[in-house]
């Protein structure tokens, strides 16, 4: 059985960070500019802090990929961090002469004093720098070559805003096109309806006027996926929980929806499904999509539409109650330079694990060495199931 596996390593402040992914299949094509774009995309969206403009993020192959295709070997995606340059003495992986003063201020609802506690450090930084969500560069570099691999199988990952903070964007007609998406990151906060995406820019600048963060809620596409990826075997197998798993693992998500999600614990089951069609024409069809293509832990053939929600970022610029470490004093929490919104940035991590999820399950369910393996595979089973 064939297993994608994705590692990534890296610090906030460090020298960089690092995605190994193995499993891809050899020959499959990579286009380093959009790679690059999805690292760009990441960086973009307004409520971004002062970081982003010291960072200029790209992906470099330094295994596993020769003369634009992969070799079937584990892959290892390189990003610099630009701003080591100016924490080379705090940062430093070896030690270093000057005397350097420790972080002691755990900020509530990041991982600094739950992380402290658990790995005996004396330092929140030996905790934050890990935990930050720059890690996401990295998700994002190995989800572009998991991008990469769908798009040879007729599978486009994409997504979009639907809420931040108090305002939310209103509902789309469905289904909604994938050509729907072709200019979404031309709005600033990534938001498919211009007269929210206004609402949203207004709210940021005045809740971060007012020392405030704030969260949201972004939404992942997948379209042209086939019929029965995951399955309704054993629960490790159902495609429902691995993505669930994969979009809560990113930094300050708390939610997950997928189709309708929390909605459909409110409505009548008539309302709540998606009736099944036939034609000669279009073989089974649904009218619906409550489900969001996932039936019995499988895709059934619909696009599938996977919700998040996220948190205001924990670092706040009025820092709120916290305790000194060292002194067991009360005192006010770590105030460092931060963003104050990064939902749009977070869809694009949350395409990469959608697409990490969805990669890997086309790799078990289609094995294959090389991607016309896969291709070929793939093509077998699309007959047999027409
Ligand atoms: C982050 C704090 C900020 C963000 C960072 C995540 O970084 P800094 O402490 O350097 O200002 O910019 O996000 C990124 C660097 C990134 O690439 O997304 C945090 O505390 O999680």
Redesign the pocket.
Known sequence: MALLRMITAGE??GPGLTCVLEGLPAGLELDREAINRDMAR??LGHG?????K??Q?TAEPTAGVRHGRTLGSPVALSVV?R?YANWEERMNPWPVAAALEEVHLPRPG?ADLAGLKKYGFSDVRDV?ER???????ARVAGGALCKAFLRALGVEVVSHVRQIGAVTAPDYPEPLALEAFAEVDSSPVRCLDAGASRAMVEHIDAQRKANESLGGVFEVRAYGLVTGLGSHVSWEERLDGRLAGALCSI??VKGVNLGEGFELAGKPGSQAHDEIFHSEQRGFYRETNHAGGLEGGMTNGETLIAGAAMKP???LTKPLRSVDIATLEPAQALR????SC?VP?AGVVGEAMVAFVLADAYRRKFGGDHIEDVRGALAAYRARIR
Do not use: F
């Open positions: 906030s402040h990441r960086q971004r802090g002062g970081r982003m010291i960072e993020d961090n701003d990041h934050l935990a930050s969500a720059r890690e996401t560069a930094q300050a970022l924990p670092t460092e330079r931060t963003d990064t940035a």
